[in-house]
């Protein structure tokens, strides 16, 4: 264990405690700062160093499967994921691994499908049209995203003495007849990990990236109801765990977590109820990992569209 783990250690502790002491608390506030902004960079470099005696011990193995030809591994993984008329292939497939760097890259692109518009020449096919456009935009999206991580990585790569591990993976989660989510999963690994996760989430009526406030009534204040009822959650998962640790009320006010945006990660479950998603060092230390808290459809329903 580092001093700087050690020395995080013991001001959790204190932290749960309610009991810091005026230096307790600056020190936390450097660390933890360091670590959100560090957070925010979805583009960190994740180097640690090794002795070279354990460097010597590794055996060498390097396997790069088409990392620089993507039409060839979308061409290999064509994998239909739902029904309807969207599914999800394989765009790219990265792997490397050299003892000390390990890639295990999965880009996923989503393809809209012809559906009775083949068949009925009187089928409606504007959503159809609106869906390929918003498929292209989150496809550009993704890539870039993956683009930069694997940039990264292969800068990292570089390093003779240092390790490191990066999976991008995907899912699809929660689809119904009415909407199709994809959730791109990223981790860097390097000593300890960080994940960040993206939420895609599409209209199948109208063939548009569904955005947060279009599930609400116009002119309605759903920013401050749903963070309230985040709020409640958070204080009432508190009480019942010791081990959980929320940014509320704390000691350095600047670091609550105050109300969500527009742009807070969110999906539809298959109880179509509103989950609202956040990443590591966003509201909680980084051990709480990424957190998602369901709101309840009594809290918003006299708001939800």
């Given amino acids: 264990m580092g001093k700087q783990e050690e020395t995080w250690n013991v001001m959790e502790q204190e932290y749960k405690k309610h009991s810091m002491s005026k230096e307790q608390v600056n020190q936390m506030k450097q660390i933890i700062e360091k670590a959100k902004r560090e957070n925010k960079k979805t583009r960190r470099r994740l180097i640690y160093k090794c002795s070279a005696a354990a460097a010597a011990a590794v055996v060498i193995l390097i396997t790069v499967i088409p990392n620089a030809f993507p039409s060839a591994a979308y061409a290999m993984s064509r994998i239909p994921i739902l029904d ?42 504007t959503a159809q049209k609106q869906a390929q456009k918003t498929a292209e935009e989150i496809n550009a999206e993704i890539q870039q995203i993956s683009e930069q991580l694997i940039q990264e990585f292969e800068e990292n790569a570089k390093d003779q003495e240092g390790y490191q591990d990066m999976q991008i993976k995907s899912e699809v989660i929660a689809t119904t007849d009415a909407y199709f989510t994809l959730k791109l999963i990223c981790y860097q690994g390097a000593g300890s990990g960080y994940e960040q996760n993206y939420f895609y989430t599409m209209d199948l009526q109208t063939g548009k990236r569904l955005q947060l406030k279009d599930l609400f009534t116009e002119d309605s204040d759903y920013i401050q109801t749903v963070s309230e009822n985040i709020k409640t959650q958070m204080k009432e998962q508190m009480q019942a765990d010791e081990n959980v640790i929320y940014w509320l009320d704390s000691d350095i006010p600047e670091w609550n977590f105050k109300e969500i945006t527009d742009d807070t990660s969110f999906y539809l479950n298959a109880d179509q109820d509103l989950v609202i998603c956040f990443n590591e060092g966003e509201i909680a230390p980084m051990y709480m990992g990424c957190v998602e808290f369901i709101i309840p459809k009594e809290a918003i329903a006299d708001i939800r569209k």
């Fill in 84 to 125: 309807k008329w969207i599914e999800v292939v394989t765009f790219r497939d990265y792997q490397y691994n050299d003892g000390r760097h390990t890639a295990d890259i999965t880009v996923p692109e989503i393809v809209p499908q012809p559906s009775t518009a083949q068949t009925d020449p009187n089928a409606d096919t």
